[in-house]
């Protein structure tokens, strides 16, 4: 396609887009700027769209006939990272001081539009591409609940995301059946002590020691009980205290792990807690001025499920690829990531496939990781990235028994009849 005029066209037209997009991000939940830019193009293109999940956007372009529904998604917001001058940025780094689209949303967007157009063009399909723009990928609860939440996937049968990452080489795509990303999981614990000068510890109970304790105790006891592939567990900050000389009264720490199934989550739980236990009785003082302590409080918060890509959609989508991109680099049993999508929301509603999109390329020195401060994207990507997502889709549309296994799912009598 890169021979053809139209084809080039439209592949400048997607690197504007991305380079667009990339000057101006925006956080999670604020992407308002992004937001209308998004309707402004739609608009232009003649798709129609109403706004979603209070700054998303919903599309929808259908075909000459009745049919199936699938949802191409795409996330939106940037991060708040810094974002440093390298020698290919100069014309795209970004404008908005201490924001940066480090993890690639800005080709995302640029790659569905890419894909609208192709329907646009090529309008003679059954059923309906349903374009979701959401916002908050970022940051737990995400924004794909808030999406689900609004009728997002109202009519929708199928669901397919695709994300850049450099762990594999620029223009190859990897995937797996089943569990592909992690959950993750957030706990934060305030340890309750019994402040006072430091020249007196029979008088205090010292929650830095509590806490410290606590870290050392929990690596050993979860490496125990769970083998190294099954979980990842760390601790982002430790917080307390404000004077040299002094025993804090409380001591806080926040960490987060990451899981490929609630069983190993639920482990994870209820080993923190034993060492809580453990720890706060080691701890205890005879004395009524130490009544109550030491203590604690512990919150967990469980964030994105884990991502389970349809097992049955994941086999047509392999075929599909080696049957029309021949020359294209899949690896259909990539390893798993503990890497979190809160795309997982919507695999738990109707089946599909969460795709990767390899943007490393050595030779142009684009091989910083995702976050990073330089991150980049090899350019090249966006119009296998479009290709993909139009043929994946329009495949689907035509021949929809390839994908789904009607003996799990059972979808509307309305869908049921089309097909």
């Known amino acids: 396609m890169r021979n053809d005029p139209i084809a080039e066209a439209l592949e400048a037209w997607i690197i504007r887009l991305r380079r667009e997009f990339h000057q101006y991000p925006e956080l999670s939940f604020e992407e308002y700027e992004t937001q209308k ?98 916002p908050a990928e970022e940051i737990p609860p995400g924004g794909s609940e808030r999406v689900i939440a609004e009728g997002g996937l109202e009519g929708v049968d199928a669901v397919m995301g695709m994300h850049i990452f450099t762990n594999h080489e620029s223009g190859s795509v990897g995937f797996r059946p089943g569990p592909f990303m992690a959950s993750t999981n957030r706990f934060e614990v305030t340890f309750k002590g019994k402040g006072g000068h430091i020249s007196k510890p029979e008088s205090c109970i010292d ?75 080691i701890y205890v003082k005879p004395g009524e001025e130490f009544s109550g302590l030491p203590d604690y409080e512990l919150d967990i918060l469980h964030g994105y499920p884990v991502l389970v890509n349809d097992p049955v959609f994941t086999d047509a989508v392999n075929l599909k690829l080696q049957e029309s991109f021949p020359e294209l680099t899949v690896y259909p049993e990539i390893e798993k990531t503990f890497a979190a999508e809160d795309f997982a929301s919507y695999l738990q509603m109707v089946p599909g496939i969460f795709i990767s999109l390899g943007t490393r390329n050595q030779e142009k020195r684009i091989v910083e990781i995702n976050h990073s401060c330089t991150f980049d994207i090899d350019e090249n990507i966006l119009f296998t990235g479009t290709k993909i997502f139009y043929a994946i889709s329009l495949d689907f549309l035509k021949h929809p028994e390839k994908y789904i296994n009607f003996q799990k799912y059972n979808g509307p009598q309305e869908y049921l009849e089309k097909t």
């Open 37 to 134: 830019r998004i309707l402004e193009t739609l608009e232009e293109l003649g798709i129609e769209a109403r706004k979603i999940a209070d700054t998303g956007v919903l599309a929808s372009i259908r075909g000459t006939v009745p049919g199936p529904c699938i949802a191409l998604r795409t996330d939106m917001d940037g991060l708040q990272v810094q974002e440093e001058h390298t020698e290919r940025n100069r014309d795209y780094i970004s404008r908005n001081n201490g924001i940066m689209h480090a993890c690639g949303h800005d080709g995302h967007m640029a790659m569905l539009f890419g894909a609208a157009r192709l329907f646009l063009e090529n309008r003679d399909f059954p059923g309906e591409v349903r374009l979701i723009f959401q």
């Open 207 to 281: 929650p830095v020691r509590m806490a410290t304790d606590f870290i050392t105790s929990l690596y050993p006891a979860l490496e125990k009980r769970l083998e190294p592939d099954k979980y990842v567990l760390g601790i982002g900050r430790i917080e307390g205290g404000a004077q040299f000389n002094r025993t804090p009264d409380s001591v806080g720490i926040l960490g987060s792990y990451r899981t490929f199934d609630s069983e190993t989550t639920d482990i994870i739980d209820a080993t923190i807690k034993e060492c809580l236990e453990r720890v706060k009785g």
